[in-house]
């Protein structure tokens, strides 16, 4: 049996897929989740997709007494930080929330591994980041500048992370930073559910294409990328998953401790907005209406990766294309027109 991971959010999208990308690798998991944003069905799903039920303790990150409880049962090798508060709109309307769960939370998990001794951490970090990135592809010493509290909170983490690091040298930090996770697993019981009306573009794309929403607002044909749509470096959920592994297949294998170590999980490649829909469309066959519409603030031009880093360290690349992410996509939206309530 290979080492045990706790797993916050593991119920939430990246979660879960990473959860079955942890037991396929050989890995012992236990979820802790709070389900403010997933359901119970996602972890049903995923029980029977690996064909057994999963560990799953519901609970709240700021808990320290539950956490205690959760370390005094397990002996973790390390911790995957999935859980927090997602959406930047929302975040503009309530910064004390998201600071609150995604900050003083994370605190609150960091400062129970101090006292368990467990200090392997990687942490769901994002390209958000980078604010307007003035090189591209962005690479992982590019400058970091954020304009909204969900953005602004997954930075102060990093420093936080950063600040742990210079302090106590015998912790491992891997700060994943996602680039634009999309998809789903290839069953098509698992996927993005979102709760309300999506914010991101492959949920609302596919959401049109099922019938629940009438047409897609592409925000902004007046930038300057290659059709005036943005651009954005979208990753298929399951390399993302494998992007975990990898990372801590990596920390199994250091002898030093690796400190605060930031890593670009994306595909390298740019896509546009109308790229993405007229891709979606030749894979499903699905018609998607659309209108142009005014830029969306705080939205930026282009934004991709340079991979480099997760290559050369963590022998991890992206496998999936754009292709196998509109085709996993539409078979977890049309199995599940109403997410997990399906
Ligand atoms: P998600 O909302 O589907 O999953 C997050 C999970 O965390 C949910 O199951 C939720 O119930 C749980 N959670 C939230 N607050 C909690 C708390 N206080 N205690 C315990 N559980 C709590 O989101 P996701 O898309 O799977 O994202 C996972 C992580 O990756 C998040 O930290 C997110 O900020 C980050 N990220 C996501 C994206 C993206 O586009 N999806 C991009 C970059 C980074
Ligand atoms: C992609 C492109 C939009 C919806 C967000 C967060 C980021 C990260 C990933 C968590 C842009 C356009 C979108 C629509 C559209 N999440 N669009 N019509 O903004 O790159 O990143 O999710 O960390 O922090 O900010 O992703 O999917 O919202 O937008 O035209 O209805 O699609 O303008 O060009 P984004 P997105």
């Known amino acids: 049996m290979k080492n045990k991971i706790l797993v916050t959010g593991g119920a939430g999208y990246i979660g879960s897929h990473t959860c079955i990308a942890l037991h396929q690798a050989g890995y012992d998991i236990v979820i802790y989740d709070n389900l403010s944003n997933s359901s119970r069905e996602a972890i049903n799903r995923v029980s029977k997709l690996i064909g057994e039920s999963i560990e799953f303790i519901q609970g709240d990150i700021r808990d320290s007494e539950l956490l205690k409880q959760v370390f005094t049962k397990y ?27 995604n900050v003083s939370g994370t605190i609150t998990l960091l400062e129970v591994m101090t006292e368990y001794k467990v200090k392997n951490f990687i942490f769901s970090s994002s390209a958000t980041v980078y604010g307007d990135p003035e090189m591209l592809p962005i690479d992982e010493k590019s400058p970091r500048s954020c304009t909204n509290p969900y953005g602004q909170s997954k930075l102060v983490v990093e420093h936080i992370l950063e600040g742990l690091a210079v302090a106590d040298s015998t912790w491992n930090l891997v700060t994943l930073r996602y680039f634009n996770p999309v998809g789903a697993h290839e069953s098509g019981q698992i996927g993005e559910d979102p709760n309300d009306i999506p914010n991101n573009l492959m949920p609302y794309i596919s959401q049109v294409a099922v019938g629940k929403l009438a047409k897609l607002s592409i925000f902004g044909n007046d930038y300057p990328t290659v059709d005036g749509t943005g651009v954005r470096d979208y990753i298929h959920v399951t390399d993302l998953a494998a992007g975990h592994v990898a990372a801590l297949n990596y920390l199994e294998q250091q002898v ?36 142009f519409a005014p830029r969306r603030a705080g939205d930026i031009a282009s934004c991709y990766a340079s991979a480099d880093k997760a290559q050369a360290l963590l022998g991890w690349e992206a496998k999936l294309s754009i292709t196998d992410m509109c085709q996993d996509t539409w078979r977890w939206q049309s199995m599940n027109p109403n997410g997990y309530q399906s």
């Open 256 to 291: 030093l401790p690796v400190g605060f170590l930031p890593i670009n999980l994306g595909s390298g490649k740019g896509s546009s907005v109308l790229e993405l829909v007229t891709a979606f469309t030749e894979v499903t066959g699905q018609n998607i209406p659309y209108q």
């Open 75 to 101: 002996d973790f090798f390390g911790v995957i930080h999935f859980a927090g508060l997602k959406a930047v709109g929302e975040s503009v309307a309530k910064p004390l929330m998201y600071y609150n769960n």
